[in-house]
């Protein structure tokens, strides 16, 4: 049987043996050819040893790639320190406005109607001279005496929430307390905990519960016929309702 001839032809000096080796070289170590002056290099991927067909020379040129250099403009002081902090989302920064404004409006309310209370008047959120213990103080009496527009009481889930909204603002300004985990907040800890108990037993869930259908509503869609099997329509409302007022409305 006749074997074929290798694809490259060491030692021969012709052009086209010469085209062929660099061509297989090419193919089977999937070199780089680089350019450089007095002839061509090539770059090995699998950085095996310099091979010689003919009068070319095929190498390996590792340093070659550390010449090319992919980077941005400099970055200037200001745009360091904006990517220095953290950030949200548009809907968690309006989240955090608010809480944070809800704050320091009950706080001046607060040294208007007891001017003599000193802890008040010192827990300012932006000073940064403020103290954990001047804080937990402050988000205790905070979380106690905040309601809604209407005079009723926040859900607990908000009121747990205003706490961690609150904790984001302190760390977009550097200060990185855990309000919730820091023993030192260990008061404020017990007091969410036992707002959001006391919210839960007066009914404050925050919940939109649907409401219930009387029993004259009822008769008044069985008798009208929009309620009934003889059409694929009227049977696919009928079973909807029946299985929302079963496991929705009366499940709670």
Same mark, same amino acid.
């Given at each position: 049987m006749t074997q074929k001839a290798p694809l490259v032809a060491y030692g021969s000096s012709s052009e086209s043996d010469s085209d062929k080796a660099v061509e297989e070289v090419c193919r089977r170590d999937k070199?780089?050819?680089?350019?450089?002056?007095g002839g061509c290099s090539m770059v090995s991927s699998s950085a095996e040893s310099c091979v010689k067909p003919g009068d070319v020379s095929i190498k390996t040129v590792s !340093?070659?790639?550390?010449?090319?250099?992919?980077?941005?403009?400099?970055? *200037?002081?200001?745009?360091?320190?904006?990517l220095g902090h953290k950030r949200f989302v548009?809907?968690? !920064?309006?989240?955090?406005?608010?809480?944070?404004?809800?704050?320091k409006e009950w706080r001046l309310q607060r040294m208007k109607k007891s001017p003599c209370a000193a802890q008040i008047s010192w827990?300012?959120?932006?000073?940064? *001279?403020?103290?954990?213990?001047?804080?937990?103080?402050?988000?205790?009496?905070?979380?106690?005496?905040?309601?809604?527009r209407d005079g009723e009481d926040f859900p607990g889930k908000t009121i747990h929430k205003?706490? +961690?909204?609150?904790?984001?603002?302190?760390?977009?300004?550097? +200060?990185?307390?855990?309000?919730?985990? !820091?023993?030192?907040?260990v008061r404020l800890k017990y007091t969410v905990d036992n707002l959001m108990k006391e919210h839960a037993r007066k009914g404050v869930s925050g919940r939109v519960c649907a409401s219930p +259908?009387? *029993? !004259?509503?009822?008769?008044?869609?069985?008798?009208?016929?929009?309620?009934?099997?003889d059409t694929p329509t009227k049977l696919r409302d009928t079973v909807l309702y029946l299985l929302g007022l079963g496991l929705a409305l009366r499940g709670g």
């Open positions: 070199v780089v050819p680089v350019l450089q002056e !340093d070659e790639h550390d010449k090319v250099f992919h980077f941005k403009k400099p970055t *200037t002081e200001n745009e360091l320190e904006n548009p809907a968690t !920064d309006r989240k955090v406005s608010w809480a944070v404004g809800l704050f827990c300012n959120i932006d000073d940064p *001279t403020l103290t954990k213990g001047h804080l937990c103080y402050c988000l205790c009496a905070f979380l106690n005496e905040v309601v809604c205003m706490v +961690i909204l609150i904790q984001f603002y302190l760390e977009g300004r550097g +200060i990185m307390w855990k309000l919730m985990e !820091d023993p030192n907040f +259908i009387s *029993t !004259d509503e009822e008769e008044v869609m069985w008798s009208k016929n929009i309620f009934g099997e």
